[in-house]
């Protein structure tokens, strides 16, 4: 739905000064993957073909990877608005006779958007913060309780049947790790959670978090450091 | 007839059905694995070797790939585990069938790569620390890992890319690795357990009880199985040619089964990582525009297999919005753990965990000859049986061959 509240949609971007988007246009330049992720571009369209994105939406992985090797800045702070939320990260695109990955240079980009707290991205990410909880907190991305039939309505009776069922049916799996679990997608060592938080603490992911919600961050902050606390 | 100027097609269709196939030594692409062992002789990182048993392969370029048959670190995905239980649970039964060893660890977490892929919200050397801190688990724990997930598998192969080519991205993780006393390891080949399977197809087949040579099925394959770090995907001249990846569909055909083409086979199945959480319209309108509805339109399968988390879930749970506009759907979407499970006579409740599933599978056991009611009706007991507290699920309850041939 945001989608069509941005740029392309009402023909207007943020009014920022050249000097900001170049500053973040470098940002993507300096990370060491980039020249991994980028030879130029034979504009042949190949990319695009491939895209699922490009079918939907008003995007193009060949945009992406002529306006980066044109150094276009204007269109770059473009595509870091809008369009790399638009990409599946299917690396369909790959396929390039270039040897690009587009699909990659939207990793670096978005990277970028985040750390630097675009407002935009953060529009983007509101509704899918509580799977940054998870992750963060439990190391799995999706648990069975986050099946909730307000947010899948779409997957029909099928999601009623399984909230009224979550918690027999996970009793019912033989896999051990699996039995029972219903708050993340199996069961995982305390001290494992705890190296894990050490690794978002010691390689500045935590940081990123506050960019996009300083309520979900400190509210991270406070249950991973009492963790721990109480392991040291 | 020939015309002037012009190939007959009959030509054409003979040229190109002829197998390719490349020796191991005219591979063109690197073979990470002499990098990872350099870096190794300079005493950088360790390699984990693959244990013996195992099958070598064919990959894309012609580079052999050991697959381990058992000693196994099982490397669970979050989104099977969490939303298809029977896709884990099949991949463990088949183990336990053929009495191999392997590990179920609670020492893991996923790969983090959804999220990664999804928001952003994370960075390489946090990544790489990820793999870095799972891959150490399995190395002390003696087990090597094999990687359920396909996003996991492909996006530990571009870490370890990342790894092996930034000397400062891996000082960088070595030193977090150390904060919690593990070494870096790399395993010498990421494992997809699909890759397993594909090997074990005509050990499967073998023990074969539900006939399966009645079934039309369409193949999805994953993504991030055979797009990310492309060389290393197991391709093989006898499956189509040599010019797709063989895992799947030589699983398939091991098991009798009718692998039909359709047009969009390279096409993504829709998942988007972000979109099949918050933005489904992309997701329903890709998953079933280029994916089950040309399948239905140009094959109608009985069946849509594939191997990874995210296509299964994507493709099944999509359907149902579709029905409701009169698309043509309706097509079962199974992995390929849970296809040989079956094969194998596994419980399609206690084992598979069929109810899991959104798109109407009934069709499909019907067509199998399993009486899929008397089994739902043995399940509801296990239910009713748990809920009393008199009994759990184990896998002394599941391991059972419970269809008879």
């Known amino acids: 739905m945001l989608q069509w509240t941005l740029g392309k949609a009402t023909g207007s971007y943020p009014d920022v000064p050249y000097e900001e988007k170049e500053r973040l246009f470098l940002e993507v330049k300096e990370d060491p993957r980039y020249e991994d992720f980028l030879y130029g571009c034979y504009e042949c369209g190949i990319c695009v073909s491939a895209c699922p994105s490009a079918r939907f939406y008003d995007y193009s992985p060949r945009v992406i990877a002529q306006a980066m090797a044109r150094e276009d800045v204007d269109r770059f702070y473009e595509i870091l608005v809008e369009d790399i939320w638009n990409c599946a990260q299917c690396f369909s695109c790959v396929r390039c006779p270039r040897q690009n990955n587009p699909g990659g240079l939207v990793t670096l980009i978005r990277e970028v958007a985040v750390r630097n707290g675009i407002q935009e991205t953060r529009d983007v990410l509101q509704g899918y913060t509580r799977v940054i909880y998870k992750v963060m907190l439990k190391g799995n991305q999706v648990s069975p309780d986050m099946l909730q039939p307000d947010f899948f309505p779409d997957w029909g009776p099928w999601v009623q049947s399984f909230r009224g069922n979550m918690n027999i049916w996970r009793q019912a799996i033989p896999v051990d790790t699996l039995r029972g679990v219903t708050d993340a997608a199996w069961e995982t060592d305390e001290n494992t959670l705890r190296e894990l938080y050490t690794i978002w603490f010691e390689t500045g992911n935590i940081d990123i978090i506050e960019e996009v919600d300083e309520g979900l961050y400190e509210l991270l902050v406070d249950v991973m450091e009492e963790e721990l606390e109480e392991w040291e | 007839?020939?015309?002037?100027?012009?190939?007959?097609?009959?030509?054409?269709?003979?040229?190109?059905?002829?197998?390719?196939?490349?020796?191991?030594?005219?591979?063109?692409?690197?073979?990470?694995?002499?990098?990872?062992?350099?870096?190794?002789?300079?005493?950088?990182?360790?390699?984990?070797?693959?244990?013996?048993?195992?099958?070598?392969?064919?990959?894309?370029?012609?580079?052999?790939?050991?697959?381990?048959?058992?000693?196994?670190?099982?490397?669970?995905?979050?989104?099977?585990?969490?939303?298809?239980?029977?896709?884990?649970?099949?991949?463990?039964?088949?183990?336990?069938?053929?009495?191999?060893?392997?590990?179920?660890?609670?020492?893991?977490?996923?790969?983090?790569?959804?999220?990664?892929?999804?928001?952003?919200?994370?960075?390489?050397?946090?990544?790489?620390?990820?793999?870095?801190?799972?891959?150490?688990?399995?190395?002390?724990?003696?087990?090597?890992?094999?990687?359920?997930?396909?996003?996991?598998?492909?996006?530990?192969?571009?870490?370890?890319?990342?790894?092996?080519?930034h000397a400062d991205l891996r000082a960088q993780t070595r030193r977090v690795l150390e904060k919690l006393g593990k070494p870096l390891v790399v395993p010498e080949e990421i494992v997809h357990y699909s890759e397993w399977v594909h090997v074990m197809r005509h050990r499967i087949a073998e023990r074969q009880v539900v006939d399966m040579s009645n079934l039309t099925a369409c193949v999805h394959p994953a993504c991030h199985y055979h797009k990310i770090v492309v060389e290393d995907a197991i391709y093989d001249p006898e499956i189509y040619g040599g010019q797709r990846t063989a895992t799947v569909t030589g699983l398939l055909q091991a098991l009798g089964m009718n692998v039909a083409d359709y047009s969009t086979w390279f096409d993504c199945c829709g998942f988007g990582f972000r979109h099949?959480?918050?933005?489904?319209?992309?997701?329903?309108?890709?998953?079933?525009?280029?994916?089950?509805?040309?399948?239905?339109?140009?094959?109608?399968?009985?069946?849509?297999?594939?191997?990874?988390?995210?296509?299964?879930?994507?493709?099944?749970?999509?359907?149902?919005?579709?029905?409701?506009?009169?698309?043509?759907?309706?097509?079962?979407?199974?992995?390929?753990?849970?296809?040989?499970?079956?094969?194998?006579?596994?419980?399609?409740?206690?084992?598979?965990?069929?109810?899991?599933?959104?798109?109407?599978?009934?069709?499909?056991?019907?067509?199998?000859?399993?009486?899929?009611?008397?089994?739902?009706?043995?399940?509801?007991?296990?239910?009713?049986?748990?809920?009393?507290?008199?009994?759990?699920?184990?896998?002394?309850?599941?391991?059972p061959v419970a269809i008879a041939a």
Not at chain 2, 134 to 140: L, S
Not at chain 2, 320 to 333: D, L, S, T
Request: glycine residues 6%; aromatic residues 10%.
């Open chain 2, 276 to 399: 099949v959480l918050v933005q489904r319209d992309f997701t329903r309108s890709f998953a079933v525009l280029r994916k089950i509805e040309v399948m239905k339109n140009e094959i109608d399968p009985d069946i849509t297999v594939t191997h990874d988390t995210g296509c299964v879930t994507t493709l099944d749970k999509s359907q149902f919005a579709a029905k409701a506009h009169e698309r043509n759907v309706g097509v079962p979407v199974l992995s390929d753990a849970q296809v040989a499970a079956l094969a194998m006579g596994a419980h399609p409740f206690r084992v598979v965990q069929l109810h899991w599933h959104s798109t109407d599978w009934r069709p499909l056991m019907e067509k199998l000859g399993i009486d899929w009611e008397r089994y739902w009706e043995e399940f509801q007991e296990d239910l009713e049986a748990i809920k009393r507290g008199e009994t759990i699920m184990t896998w002394d309850k599941a391991d």
């Open chain 2, 1 to 165: 007839m020939t015309v002037a100027g012009f190939i007959p097609i009959d030509n054409i269709m003979e040229k190109k059905a002829r197998p390719v196939s490349r020796p191991p030594d005219q591979a063109h692409a690197h073979d990470i694995r002499e990098e990872l062992f350099e870096l190794e002789a300079k005493g950088e990182l360790i390699v984990h070797r693959v244990p013996e048993p195992y099958v070598e392969v064919e990959t894309k370029f012609g580079r052999k790939k050991k697959i381990p048959i058992e000693h196994t670190w099982h490397h669970k995905s979050c989104g099977q585990c969490g939303h298809i239980p029977g896709y884990t649970a099949s991949i463990f039964w088949l183990h336990r069938q053929f009495g191999l060893d392997y590990t179920d660890p609670s020492d893991q977490t996923s790969c983090t790569g959804w999220n990664y892929y999804a928001s952003g919200t994370s960075n390489s050397v946090a990544q790489m620390a990820v793999m870095g801190r799972n891959f150490a688990a399995a190395y002390q724990e003696g087990y090597y890992p094999l990687i359920h997930c396909g996003t996991s598998f492909g996006h530990y192969k571009e870490v370890r890319e990342q790894l092996v080519h």
